[in-house]
């Protein structure tokens, strides 16, 4: 076995601390705004792809039959999922954004933690009462008509 | 080339400020609005079954069409568009919120794509497609809301 100088040390005796720093993955620590951020980006991509689809799709509307058939497939119980799914990625992107918008141009980021947790609650709210048609459509499909309350209907 | 950017980003922030009341619009008129919405929140159908619409639906697109027109999803949307004054601010209305949808989304997308395509080249390439998307999107898109009703 050759001489182990300082400047070579052998591989075999690496430590675990000199091992994690040469780790290609660098780990994060998870705050608040960090969490903000991933979630604006990943609902903004996924709205991006529904965007695409949606455009695409209003070219039914050249033709009564297909666009028909368009529309009663998006009545279909898997859609009001997706209806609902679609209503919270917007609600969170709209309201983290006008978060990003007040911080950037009225500058109130001493106020961002606050701001971020008002807002959270909005997006809350909006999605409780906007998301009700499509739960109050997958009840009644579901438990059967008449079982669901009608609330702001 | 700095100053583009720095201009979207600008604009980025005013498109999407501009699509939270356009969305709110869009989303009234097209779910909540017992006469003008074309997918109706209450109902869940089976397979290829329409949906029922609620009276206000009826009653409209029987005044438009006569009381033989029945209310399909087509016929409901087709209400609204037949006057003509209310058609061209409609129009107007989709036609800004497709390009500022567009802008906004695809700005957007950009700056993702520019974060994890290190490649100078990849960056040109991934651009270029998005953007040509966009375009391609934009046609379509006009096409249908223009024609629409004709």
Do not use: C
């Amino acid at each position: 076995m050759a001489v182990d100088t300082k400047e070579r040390p052998p591989a075999t005796q690496q430590t675990d601390a000199t091992a994690e720093q040469e780790s290609r993955v660098q780990p994060y620590r998870i705050r608040t705004g960090m969490f903000a951020w991933m979630m604006h980006r990943l609902t903004g991509v996924g709205l991006v792809v529904y965007l695409i689809i949606h455009i695409w799709g209003l070219t039914a509307l050249t033709d009564p039959e297909t666009f028909n058939a368009l529309i009663a497939k998006y009545h279909s119980p898997i859609f009001k999922v997706g209806e609902f799914g679609l209503l919270v990625a917007v609600a969170y992107h709209a309201m983290n954004g006008l978060r990003i918008v007040l911080i950037d141009f009225l500058g109130w980021s001493p106020k961002q933690k606050k701001l971020f947790w008002t807002l959270g609650a909005v997006t809350l709210a909006i999605v409780a009462v906007g998301g009700w048609p499509s739960i109050y459509a997958l009840g009644e499909w579901l438990l059967g008509p008449g079982s669901m309350p009608t609330l702001f209907l | 080339m700095a100053q583009t950017n720095a201009l979207n980003w600008f604009l980025h922030r005013i498109t999407g400020t501009f699509l939270i009341f356009m969305l709110i619009t869009h989303f009234w008129v097209q779910h909540y609005d017992h006469q003008a919405a074309s997918v109706t929140h209450e109902v869940v159908t089976e397979k290829n079954e329409m949906p029922d619409y609620p009276e206000e639906a009826k009653a409209g697109v029987e005044a438009r069409f006569g009381p033989d027109a029945e209310a399909t999803p087509y016929q409901v949307v087709m209400q609204r568009l037949a006057d003509p004054v209310y058609a061209v601010l409609w129009k107007g209305f989709n036609i800004l919120f497709l390009i500022v949808a567009l802008h906004h989304g695809f700005y957007g997308l950009n700056n993702v794509m520019t974060d994890y395509i290190r490649n100078p080249m990849g960056r040109l390439v991934a651009k270029s497609l998005s953007w040509t998307l966009a375009l391609g999107l934009l046609i379509i898109g006009m096409y249908s809301v223009i024609t629409a009703g004709w």
